[in-house]
T-cell receptor, first 117, second 112 residues
Framework: DGGITQSPKYLFRKEGQNVTLSCEQNLNHDAMYWYRQDPGQGLRLIYYSQIVNDFQKGDIAEGYSVSREKKESFPLTVTSAQKNPTAFYLC????????????????FGDGTRLSIL | DAKTTQPTSMDCAEGRAANLPCNHSTISGNEYVYWYRQIHSQGPQYIIHGLKNNETNEMASLIITEDRKSSTLILPHATLRDTAVYYCIVRVATDTGNQFYFGTGTSLTVIP
């Protein structure tokens, strides 16, 4: 089945460590996105990528980094500079973020819950 | 910041229609309205989207007012599995792609 796979489902990080969250899609989508969700709140955009080897900062990019070396993969690294990393992280993809099909919806994975030890 | 306003919570009796309102008074002419829902600890699920005309699919109907400043999501026969947080989103198109602004949504509880 086509979809978006996020791993791991739960992740624990020690203070001062970097951790990388995986996001893979087999939908042949050009655009991919990372969001953060805190308890009782909506989603906030961290980074997005419209095409391979290109990505843009979202509203809360500080303390995070991404790469887009392959169309199907968009990993997110939570660095030690992120002072409050405990959250639910969601990855999404869409056919494209630009042009005539940019009205197409985003589809989400089931998330990774990151906690600090 | 999110560009939509939704009630914090709503209840609906099982089997009845659930009507979820959304205000988006600052929407511009080329922005679409999207609806998603999220069940606890899962990723948001796409429901429906529209620009000007009313839309219907197997999950729901979307009614957009003529001035486009508000919309209503209708679940025609709510079931217990429809209990979730429902997000109304206006898509902002930028030069480098689209962004989705998610607010806090409406927590819908379907009551047996």
């Amino acid at each position: 089945d086509g979809g978006i796979t996020q791993s791991p489902k739960y992740l624990f990080r020690k203070e001062g460590q970097n951790v990388t969250l995986s996001c893979e899609q087999n939908l042949n989508h050009d655009a991919m996105y990372w969001y953060r969700q805190d308890p009782g709140q909506g989603l906030r955009l961290i980074y997005y990528s419209q095409i391979v080897n290109d990505f843009q900062k979202g509203d809360i990019a500080e303390g995070y980094s991404v790469s887009r070396e392959k169309k199907e993969s968009f990993p997110l690294t939570v660095t030690s500079a992120q002072k409050n990393p405990t959250a639910f992280y969601l990855c999404a993809s869409s056919i494209t973020g630009t042009g005539g099909l940019r009205n197409q919806p985003q589809h989400f994975g089931d998330g990774t819950r990151l906690s600090i030890l | 910041d999110a560009k939509t306003t939704q009630p914090t919570s709503m209840d609906c009796a099982e089997g009845r229609a659930a009507n979820l309102p959304c205000n988006h008074s600052t929407i511009s002419g080329n922005e679409y309205v999207y609806w998603y829902r999220q069940i606890h600890s899962q990723g948001p699920q796409y429901i429906i989207h529209g620009l000007k005309n009313n839309e219907t699919n197997e999950m729901a109907s979307l009614i957009i007012t003529e001035d486009r400043k508000s919309s209503t999501l209708i679940l025609p026969h709510a079931t217990l599995r429809d209990t979730a947080v429902y997000y109304c989103i206006v898509r902002v198109a930028t030069d480098t792609g689209n962004q989705f602004y998610f607010g806090t949504g409406t927590s819908l509880t379907v009551i047996p």
